[in-house]
């Protein structure tokens, strides 16, 4: 555990030389920032590896916390039916996210999602880091600006670089867009879901 002054790390429970079910096993005794203490579960990433698309979002909301899986909420529905109409091969998608468990305020009976800090985005990123060296991925696409500067750095805006192909680490490619969490609380709906859309569409033809 960090001594009183250090930064906080998930690095010390990521076990050297496991594959991707062997981290998800891990992973569920993470205790290397503070969020494993409110939140149900560790949720860890999902899909196949090696997979030609990794796909990294901000962090559990409510249900991901609740049934232990990423992006089986509303946003996930929305994700996957633009991957279908992107023509991104879900089958071929690893999703995850930046930070593995749900941070959260309460109103209520209800948990209001809150977005993690720096500190707790660093602290997640060993598990992130053996996420990306097991899945392999051809093409890494961040989901709203959390993901982004997980990847990215801390100056990376969302709304600067979206929908671009970006050259990254060892060759690899990396695309930025929203999140579809924002295109449900947008005020054009619509609108917004199209721009989505046409992110995963330079993603795909990428790919081709």
């Known amino acids: 555990m960090a ?8 690095a010390e429970f990521v076990p050297a030389g496991a594959d991707l079910e062997g981290l998800r096993h891990a992973a569920r005794a993470c205790q290397g ?23 990294v979002g901000e962090q559990p909301g409510d249900q991901e916390d609740r049934q232990g899986a990423p992006f089986v909420g509303p ?13 991104i091969d879900r089958d071929e998608v690893y999703v995850t996210n930046a930070v ?4 959260f305020t309460t109103k209520g009976k209800r948990r209001i999602h809150k977005s993690p800090t720096v500190g707790e985005m660093k602290a997640c990123r060993p598990w992130l880091d053996a996420e990306l060296e097991r899945v392999e991925p051809e093409m890494t696409i961040t989901l709203g600006a959390t993901a982004g500067k997980a990847l990215l750095g801390s100056s990376f805006r969302v709304s600067e670089r979206r929908g671009q192909i970006l050259p990254w680490e060892d060759g690899r490619l990396i695309l930025a867009t929203i999140h579809p969490s924002a295109v449900l609380r947008g005020d054009d709906r619509e609108a917004m879901y199209q721009g989505f859309l046409s992110d995963l569409r330079v993603a795909a033809q990428a790919l081709k």
């Open 75 to 87: 946003a996930g529905r929305m994700l996957d039916r633009a991957l279908e109409e992107a023509g």
């Open 100 to 103: 593995k468990h749900f941070k």
């Open 3 to 10: 001594r009183s002054g250090e930064a906080r790390s998930a």
């Open 33 to 55: 920032c503070d969020l494993f203490r409110d939140a149900t579960q560790t949720v860890f990433g999902e899909g196949r590896a090696p997979a030609r698309v990794m796909l």
